[in-house]
């Protein structure tokens, strides 16, 4: 059984920084790419950032690029999103998914499992 599991969010104000973790266990973690998406209350979910099975692939959503860092442990079965100077509007849940694919991808459709997700808020 595949599990993902966020943990890392909280609340904080505008400027701070945080760091989501998401650790995977039950499928072979380094074959995969990764996703971070997010669901702020009324808007669909949209993605954030992704990286591919080795990490050498990366892509942002503009509206986080060169404040958001994803990366991840393959030792650790654990991908990680660093969010810096971070502003209200990136209040939401996180969630991390596994996807069905080495690469790094933006499409929902493209990540087989999903964590619960983690509540992120950013206070002005």
């Known amino acids: 059984q595949v599990q993902l599991v966020e943990s890392g969010g909280g609340l904080v104000q505008a400027g701070a920084s945080l760091r989501l973790s998401c650790t995977v266990s039950?499928?072979?973690?380094?074959?995969?790419?990764m996703g971070w998406f997010r669901q702020a209350p009324g808007k669909e979910r949209e993605f954030v950032a992704t990286?591919?099975?080795?990490?050498?692939?990366?892509y942002y959503a503009d509206s986080v690029k060169g404040r958001f860092t994803i990366s991840r442990d393959n030792a650790k079965n654990t991908v990680y999103l660093q969010m810096n100077d971070m502003k209200p509007e990136d209040t939401a849940v996180y969630y991390c998914?596994?996807?069905?694919?080495?690469?790094?991808?933006?499409?929902?459709?493209?990540?087989?499992?999903w964590g619960h997700g983690t509540q992120v808020t950013v206070s002005s």
């Open positions: 039950g499928r072979t973690f380094s074959n995969y790419g």
């Open positions: 998914a596994s996807s069905h694919y080495g690469r790094s991808s933006h499409d929902t459709g493209e990540y087989d499992y």
């Open positions: 990286i591919s099975y080795s990490g050498g692939t990366t």
